[in-house]
């Protein structure tokens, strides 16, 4: 089992088209998807929670850019 984690601040249509090339691969049963929402201040948490109902996987808020 492998994990990637997958950093987001403002970018999120990057972000989503990360987590559908990964979500595509055949291997994908076999990971874990990790995406850290860093306090971007626009739309990304609310792109990224409608996504989570077609592909798997967690999403870990920060409220501010650390």
């Given at each position: 089992?492998?994990?990637?984690?997958?950093?987001?601040?403002?970018n999120?249509?990057?972000?989503?088209g990360?987590?559908?090339?990964?979500?595509?691969?055949?291997?994908?049963?076999?990971?874990?998807?990790?995406?850290?929402?860093?306090?971007?201040?626009?739309?990304?948490?609310?792109?990224?929670?409608?996504?989570?109902?077609?592909?798997?996987?967690?999403?870990?808020?920060?409220?501010?850019?650390?």
């Open positions: 089992m492998f994990g990637f984690v997958i950093l987001n601040y403002v999120y249509g990057e972000t989503v990360a987590i559908k090339n990964l979500s595509s691969q055949t291997w994908f049963d076999d990971i874990k998807i990790y995406v850290v929402e860093n306090g971007s201040g626009n739309e990304s948490i609310e792109r990224l929670k409608g996504l989570q109902g077609h592909i798997d996987f967690e999403l870990i808020v920060s409220p501010e850019n650390l």
